[in-house]
């Protein structure tokens, strides 16, 4: 089955100036993919190539014909001063399928709950989005990517300002997304140590450079040294990986980092 | 008191027409945090009503070119297609509309002290609401009613663009155009307003019912609702005010569409600690 994307040796940047090169990678159907790095390392700059709203300056960016995203935006890049009900924001997911100048129809308020109904939070319908907490707008915005009917799910730092409960009951929805619906995923994070230990898949992008592996691949020692440039080491505690910053020296590739 | 009041109904109804298109505007003018882009919209749209004075008392007519809303409507078009373009390299977006403010505001000032009418000056400023004839009136219906039909036909497309327009993008919408469109219809609503109402009315009509919607509703009908009612009631009771006791009717209006404001303000915090 042909991939979804595909990324074939796409150089990526804004004006003339190069963030990234020669990025080679593969979005298959089913794929639960972490795209992570620190901020500021080019993970949007991959991801607005993704969604097409930036060219590829080298290279190419190819996508499915029926490829149709999901886009879960970060949680502030939603105006929340806007008086929108829960059902109101989840209605605009259809809004393209709507068409122009068209009202959402019975039909379409029963998708839409039966979206907030998937995430947990139908109860919530008539609430006002900005008296939710951050887990119940995240919720909210996933429930309106899910009612579009995408064959992506792309969430952008879907855990991000969020507690220990909150991030896990997040990340434990999307995995089940993923599992229980077969949905493709991308997540963009910028949290490590959160984002192993969900998916299947990881793209790392730290300063120009970028890798991409399995989980059991790219979580290891060396491979993580070399890429954050930095010893660092690979824990498992109760089957869950973390990775801490080693304070002694390590040889990666003959280098002592 | 009234039946002075009606002496003067066709500017009464030219007040309520262009509190009706200003208040429904000015609620994406508020929620989007454009506030400024409207004060600098309107001020444009004065120098343009100001050169067209100008013009006229230099005996520069233009066989009818320089009329002051079409003057007015024109610069206010190139200013609105500068703002919406959304490119102005390494000047900050509030810093620009700074410039852009003070830059009409001043070439207006100078060429209103050269112009040779009287009462120049004073439209200029305040506008010229009695002056409103029904054949105003006519003229601001024409550019209310296709404004008023486009955002009621593009509501959630305005809506979505308005709100996430990340997200928009993901789904195929043109956000730039929709961007042009609604600052197109704030425009044209500013430069046809601006020759009766004035720069303070104007201005007042695009803010204060918007802020009065959002402080007694929590959606987005409820705040339309709240602010066009507010913005006829605050035309009418300021304009009914203003003709017997002999007061500029523009202040008038502005000062009751404050007092609804703050009733609305008192509203929303007897509510929210009741």
Not at chain 1, 96 to 104: E, H, M, V
Not at chain 1, 242 to 251: K, L, S, W
Not at chain 2, 161 to 173: K, N, P, Q
């Amino acid at each position: 089955m042909a991939p979804l994307v595909t990324f074939d040796r796409a150089t990526l940047g804004y004006g003339r100036r190069a963030v990234l090169t020669d990025i080679s990678f593969e979005i298959p159907e089913g794929d639960f993919l972490g795209l992570v790095g620190p901020n500021g390392a080019g993970k949007t700059t991959i991801l607005r190539a993704l969604l097409g709203s930036l060219e590829p300056l080298g290279g190419s960016v190819t996508r499915a014909p029926t490829l149709r995203f999901g886009y879960v935006p970060q949680r502030d890049q939603v105006d929340y001063s806007f008086p929108l009900k829960v059902l109101d924001v989840v209605l605009m997911g259809r809004y393209d399928r709507i068409g122009l100048g068209r009202r959402p129809t019975d039909d379409d308020r029963r998708r839409a709950h039966q979206a907030l109904e998937h995430v947990g939070i139908d109860r919530l319908a008539d609430r006002a989005l900005a008296d939710l907490s951050g887990g119940q707008k995240q919720r909210t915005l996933i429930a309106r990517a899910l009612v579009g009917e995408p064959n992506v799910l792309v969430l952008d730092e879907p855990t991000n300002g969020m507690d220990l409960v909150a991030t896990t009951q997040i990340l434990g929805l999307v995995r089940e997304l993923h599992e229980r619906d077969g949905l493709t995923v991308l997540m963009v994070s910028h949290a490590l140590n959160e984002v192993s230990n969900y998916v299947e898949r990881i793209a790392l992008v730290v300063e120009g450079g970028f890798r991409i592996g399995t989980t059991d691949e790219i979580m290891t020692e060396q491979a993580l040294s070399q890429m954050y440039g930095i010893p660092v080491e690979v824990k498992s505690v109760e089957g869950h990986r973390i990775v801490v910053a080693r304070r002694r020296t390590i040889e990666v590739e003959g280098n002592r980092v | 008191m009234f039946s002075t009041v009606l002496l003067f109904r066709e500017a009464l109804y030219g007040a309520l027409v262009i509190a009706l298109a200003c208040s429904v505007i000015g609620v994406y003018v508020v929620l989007r945090r454009i506030v400024f882009v409207g004060a600098a919209l309107a001020q444009i749209s004065s120098a343009g009503i100001a050169l067209a004075l100008w013009l006229a008392g230099a005996g520069l007519a233009l066989g009818g070119a320089a009329n002051p809303t079409v003057v007015s409507l024109l610069l206010t078009l190139v200013a609105v297609l500068f703002f919406a373009s959304g490119t102005r390299g390494r000047v900050p977006p509030d810093a620009t509309i700074g410039i852009t403010y003070s830059v009409a505001a001043a070439v207006g000032i100078l060429l209103i002290a050269k112009a040779a009418s009287g009462e120049a000056h004073d439209i200029f400023l305040s506008g010229n609401i009695l002056g409103i004839t029904r054949r105003d009136t006519l003229v601001l219906l024409a550019v209310t009613v296709p404004v008023l039909a486009i955002h009621a036909l593009f509501y959630k497309e305005l809506l979505f663009v308005s709100f996430d327009r990340e997200t928009a993008r993901t789904l195929g919408y043109t956000v730039r155009g929709w961007d042009l469109l609604l600052y197109l219809t704030l425009g044209v609503v500013i430069a046809s307003a601006m020759q009766f109402a004035g720069v303070m009315l104007v201005f007042n009509f695009l803010v204060l019912p918007a802020v009065t919607g959002l402080l007694l509703s929590h959606t987005m009908r409820g705040v339309f609702f709240w602010s066009v009612v507010s913005a006829l009631v605050a035309a009418f009771v300021g304009f009914s005010l203003s003709v017997p006791f002999d007061l500029p009717s523009g202040p008038a209006i502005s000062a009751v569409s404050g007092v609804l404001v703050m009733v609305s303000w008192g509203i929303r915090r007897v509510l929210a600690h009741g």
